[in-house]
């Protein structure tokens, strides 16, 4: 299976793929890396990879919608069977998602605490257990159909950056064998409800 991953930062879920595509038996390979912006250490881990990179920058372009389109013609030119949006923190439209399946992570447990402070919201929130959630991506905003969950407990001293950290261990690990088993496997959508294999 062909992924393509979108990325915005550190890109220590997209290395996780990129360890895990280096067995042929995993069966997916990462055929392009995209961002957001220039300049991070995600592009750097796939140039040191020797994956092709692309960069696609919103104020680039006159208006949200041409961005979509340049993201998706992007993604395209690659030709993926699963779009992989692991860390990257834009919100794509439906000329991205409805082209090619696409999943992303979320480092909350769905439906709590969707945005950009799901592990802040989990610790202000006082919750026991936070997580990760892959989900396949739809038009809101961390809502799309739920393809797996990964329980992280949270610390009674935890900071957010600590509890960040310790979720992403679980989303990593997350991330690859659910892939891994999407590329293998096959997937089905109903209603709501994503069954592997
Ligand atoms: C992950 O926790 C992701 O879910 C969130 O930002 C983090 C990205 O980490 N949106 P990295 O760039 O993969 O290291």
């Not at 923190?89 to 696409?102: C, D, I, Q």
């Not at 997350?174 to 069954?195: I, K």
Request: net charge negative; charged share 25%; with cysteine.
């Amino acid at each position: 299976m062909r992924l393509v991953v979108l990325v915005s930062g550190s890109g220590t879920n997209l290395q996780a793929l990129l360890d895990a595509t280096a067995d042929p038996a995993y069966g997916a390979q990462v055929v392009a890396v995209g961002a957001d912006r220039d300049g991070i250490e995600g592009l750097a881990r796939a140039e040191r990879a020797g994956v092709p990179t692309f960069v696609r920058r919103v104020k680039d372009y006159p208006a949200r919608e041409d961005w979509d389109r340049a993201m998706a013609d992007a993604v395209g030119q690659h030709s993926p069977d699963l779009v992989v949006s692991a860390g990257f923190m834009k919100l794509v439209g439906e000329r991205l998602f409805g082209r090619f399946p696409m999943v992303n992570t979320h480092p909350a447990l769905c439906p709590a605490f969707p945005g950009m402070r799901g592990p802040a919201e989990a610790l202000e929130y006082g919750v026991k257990v936070t997580g990760a959630t892959l989900f396949l991506v739809d038009e809101g905003v961390d809502t799309g159909p739920i393809v797996a969950q990964v329980a992280v407990p949270v610390e009674d001293h935890d900071t957010e950056a600590a509890l960040h950290e310790r979720i992403k261990v679980g989303e990593r690990a997350m991330l690859v064998d659910t892939v891994g088993r999407m590329a293998r496997e096959g997937w089905s959508v109903e209603g709501r409800r994503v069954r592997i294999g």
